[in-house]
């Protein structure tokens, strides 16, 4: 059953008290320093993720939240980290005291059934705040719990899982890989588990620490009213992108540019339909900043499998706004490959020196002028599977702030795609609707040069 759109959808959910999930058995009392890339300042922040489960027969009888905690329990005994808590170090540095407090739990149940949220499950999620109940003391980055977790039954006898990470434990792929290892642990499946790997030092900065690139997604910003992030009137949305979308938009490139990733045209039209859509001084420079996976960088490799450490970096594309707003879409298109391109194994080691000379005071810019793009899509995070099944939606829940995450989606006739929220204010939000349509029915770039001869030869 599909929930009107002009009848917001509200349900209770009851919540048991919170409680800390230790590892099941004891683990060693140690501290562990992160990383210079782990321990930037614009890591720390957490994470929020949603999977929604339909009944599974054949788990009729099993507590879903009683089968997730136990297998956590287990899993925290090799991913031990997880259940300490941060304390900073000489000069600022994070480092994880592994005491094993735990991380904390939430049993729920709701008043709702799956079908309640619709045909097409996206962000944003109605009641979100009560499928993932805030803890107070929970949210900080020092001598707080490293995951949130609730599990909210459903009255179908479907469930919600909805987690808070603390994104300088881990990236995507080190995500997926603890996760995988809670659900195995689920499933009764175990005994081919990747062995997590700590060795954080191996992307510390060298000593001592140079700097050999320009790190531009590091920039200070003048900041005026007109591109100042705003704390109120925002929304969000999402935006699904499937083969006729990506299609079309590989259209508006010249020949030369069509080969070009999914990831690079659909961050490059996205950047520029933002940037369009916020409406701001068209002599104002612009950045999108793309996060890139380092762990194939390295030549040769020094990153061991089960490494789950922070290994990516951001690179910046710069430009102003009447540069975006005048050329064609292939503009921004070079400009993203060129940003992409600029990663290596040099680049990132310039990162981490980068971090420890002048890390605490750097942030990215968190104005309107500014997007971060993080590509989820092959985060396996729609085939989490505790034993009912892969969801009916895996990914994360919302946009933080300037930062879009890619999700890979299926919609419910089968078509697989990309997903995208995004959160701006209400009237930009508006504009940015309006300028993707407008793109989409944008003359690809054969017609308008057969235009253009039938033109001539009149």
Same mark, same amino acid.
């Given at each position: ?16 008290? /919170?409680?800390?999930?230790? /590892? ?171 062995? /997590? ?167 990215? /810019? ?93």
């Amino acid at each position: 059953m599909a929930t009107p759109s002009d009848i917001p959808l509200t349900f209770t959910v009851r919540t048991c008290k /919170p409680e800390l999930v230790a /590892p099941a058995k004891p683990t060693p009392l140690e501290q562990k320093p992160l990383s210079d890339i782990d321990d930037q300042a614009s890591f720390r922040f957490q994470i929020p993720l949603i999977h929604f489960y339909r009944p599974q027969p054949s788990m009729e009888g099993k507590n879903p939240a009683e089968v997730i905690k136990a297998a956590l329990a287990q899993t925290l005994v090799l991913y031990y980290p997880f259940a300490g808590r941060l304390r900073e170090g000489a000069n600022g540095k994070l480092i994880v005291d592994c005491n094993g407090e735990g991380v904390m739990f939430i049993k729920a149940d709701a008043d709702v059934t799956l079908q309640h949220f619709g045909d097409e499950l996206q962000p944003p999620f109605p009641c979100f705040d009560q499928l993932l109940f805030d803890v107070p003391g929970s949210e900080g980055m020092i001598n707080c719990p490293l995951l949130l977790i609730q599990v909210t039954r459903l009255k179908c006898g479907g469930f919600i899982f909805a987690t808070r990470l603390n994104h300088v434990m881990t990236d995507g792929p080190g995500l997926k890989q603890s996760m995988f290892a809670v659900t195995a642990m689920a499933r009764g499946e175990a005994t081919q588990l990747i062995q /997590p790997v700590w060795e954080r030092h191996l992307l510390d900065a060298p000593d001592p620490p140079r700097v050999t690139f320009k790190h531009h997604e590091y920039d200070e910003v003048e900041v005026s009213t007109a591109t100042t992030w705003p704390s109120d009137n925002l929304v969000q949305r999402s935006f699904f992108f499937g083969h006729a979308e990506i299609s079309l938009l590989r259209r508006l490139l010249p020949p030369h540019l069509r080969r070009c990733t999914k990831f690079e045209l659909l961050t490059a039209f996205l950047w520029r339909c933002r940037t369009l859509a916020i409406n701001i001084d068209p002599n104002e420079e612009v950045r999108m900043m793309c996060v890139v996976n380092a762990r194939f960088k390295f030549n040769p490799p020094i990153l061991p499998p089960g490494y789950y450490g922070n290994a990516f970096v951001l690179s910046a594309a710069i430009t102003r706004v009447k540069k975006l707003r005048e050329n064609p879409l292939g503009y921004a298109v070079e400009l993203v490959k060129q940003a992409k391109a600029r990663l290596t194994e040099e680049y990132m080691k310039s990162v981490a020196a980068l971090m420890v000379i002048r890390g605490k005071q750097l942030l990215f /810019p968190n104005v309107m002028g500014s997007y971060i793009i993080s590509d989820l899509t092959h985060s396996g995070l729609e085939d989490v599977d505790f034993g009912w099944g892969k969801p009916v939606f895996g990914g994360v829940a919302k946009a933080v702030g300037v930062i879009s995450f890619f999700t890979p989606r299926k919609t419910k006739k089968g078509e697989a795609g990309t997903l995208v929220p995004i959160c701006l204010p209400a009237p930009a939000m508006e504009r940015f609707a309006e300028e993707l349509d407008n793109m989409l029915k944008q003359q690809p770039m054969e017609d308008k040069k057969s235009q253009s001869k039938l033109t001539s030869a009149l």
